[in-house]
C-alpha cells in the first residue's frame, strides 16, 4: 500500500481534533522504526509500504486509538537536548518540567553545583539533564518505585552517564545511603490531590505513586521541606515543582518553615505558580 494512503486509513480512525497529532506521531514512529529521514517521510506519498511496517504503526496507532499516550507508544520522548526512554514505569515527563531544569541550568552556570541530588526521578529526565549539563558534578537520583529507577538507569546508560550518576531506591531522604549534603536539590514529587480528577489519559496509564499525595497533595514536599536543611550545603538551592494549588494550600506552612526572603514562587508557561524556589540560609528554628 502507498505511504499516503496508509496514513490516511490511519488517521481518520481518530476522532477530528486528534488528527493532526496522529499524523505527525505515525510520521515520527515510521521514521523512527525505518531510520528514514523526516524529510523523506513527509515528501514520499508513493513510497510502498512493507506488510510488516504496516503491521507495526497499525498497532502503535490501535494503541493510541485505545488512549495509551502517544509517548508511551512511540518509547521515547526529547526533553531538552537529550531523547529518555519513557513507558509505564515511570511518569511521562511534562514540558513545565523542562521549563524547571533550563532555569536551574541557567541559574547554576557560573557557579555548577558539585553535588545534585534528583529525588523522585522517574525516567530520571531531571537529574541526569543536569548532570549532563554540568560534567564536573556528582548527581544522585532516587524513586520509591524500583522500576522507575530501572528506567532512570537505562536511561543513564544511553546518555553514558552512569559512571557520575547514582540511583537509590527508597521512601524520600530514607533512600540516600548518608548526609553528605548537596549543592542543589530538586524534585518533582506526585503532588495530586487524592480527591482531584485527573483526564483519563493520564490516570489510566500513568502510574499512580507518580501522581498522588496524601494530604491534599502535600504529603511529599511536605516532607521534603521538613529535612531539607540537614541535606544542603551552605549556599545552596533547592526547587520543585509542584500544584498551581500549592501557593495557597502551602503558605501557613512555609511562613512556619522558613524566613519570607528565602522562598519564592515562579509562574509556568501558563502563568500559573508552579516552582518553589527555597535558598534555607534563614531557616527558622
Ligand atoms: C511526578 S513523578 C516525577 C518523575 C520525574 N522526576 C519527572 O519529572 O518526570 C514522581 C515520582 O516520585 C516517585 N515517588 C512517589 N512516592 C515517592 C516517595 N515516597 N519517595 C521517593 N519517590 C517517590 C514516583 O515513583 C515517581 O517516579
Redesign the pocket.
Known amino acids: 500500500m502507498r505511504w499516503a494512503d496508509f496514513l490516511e486509513q490511519q488517521v481518520i480512525r481518530f476522532p477530528e481534533p486528534d488528527r493532526a497529532r496522529s499524523r505527525r506521531e505515525l510520521r515520527a514512529l515510521a521514521a523512527a522504526y525505518t531510520g528514514k529521514s523526516t524529510g523523506f517521510i513527509t515528501t514520499a506519498p508513493d513510497w510502498i509500504l512493507p506488510a510488516e511496517l504496516q503491521q507495526r504503526l497499525a498497532e502503535a496507532a490501535a494503541a493510541a486509538l485505545a488512549g495509551k499516550p502517544w509517548a508511551y507508544v512511540f518509547g521515547s520522548l526529547p526533553f531538552l537536548d537529550h531523547e529518555f526512554k519513557v513507558d509505564n514505569r ?5 514540558p513545565e ?1 523542562e521549563w524547571l531544569v533550563d532555569a536551574l541550568i541557567r541559574a547554576h552556570r557560573s557557579h555548577p553545583p558539585r553535588r545534585i541530588l ?6 530520571g ?2 537529574g541526569l539533564s543536569l548532570a549532563a549539563a554540568f560534567p564536573e558534578s556528582e548527581t544522585v537520583l ?4 524500583r522500576e ?1 529507577l530501572a528506567l532512570t538507569a537505562e536511561n543513564a546508560a544511553a546518555l553514558g552517564l552512569s559512571e557520575r550518576v547514582a540511583c537509590y531506591a ?3 531522604w530514607a ?1 540516600l545511603p548518608d548526609e553528605t549534603p548537596f549543592d542543589l536539590i530538586t ?5 495530586v490531590g487524592r480527591e482531584e480528577v485527573l483526564d483519563a489519559s493520564v490516570v489510566d496509564h500513568e ?1 499512580h ?3 498522588f499525595s496524601d494530604d491534599g497533595g502535600m504529603d ?1 514536599i511536605k516532607r521534603i521541606l521538613n529535612d531539607l536543611a540537614r541535606y544542603m550545603n551552605p549556599g545552596g538551592c533547592a526547587a520543585f ?1 509542584l500544584s498551581h494549588l500549592h501557593r495557597q494550600s502551602l503558605a501557613t506552612f512555609l511562613e512556619q518553615k522558613f524566613n519570607r526572603d528565602d522562598y519564592n514562587w515562579e509562574l509556568d508557561a501558563s502563568g500559573v505558580a508552579r516552582f518553589l524556589w527555597i535558598f534555607p540560609k534563614g531557616r527558622k528554628a
Request: charged share 15%.
Open positions: 515511570a511518569l511521562i515527563p511534562r518540567t534528583d529525588l523522585c526521578c522517574g525516567s529526565c531531571i532516587t524513586d520509591v518505585s522507575a527508597g521512601d524520600l533512600a524534585a518533582n514529587p506526585p503532588y502510574p505513586v507518580a501522581l511529599h515543582e
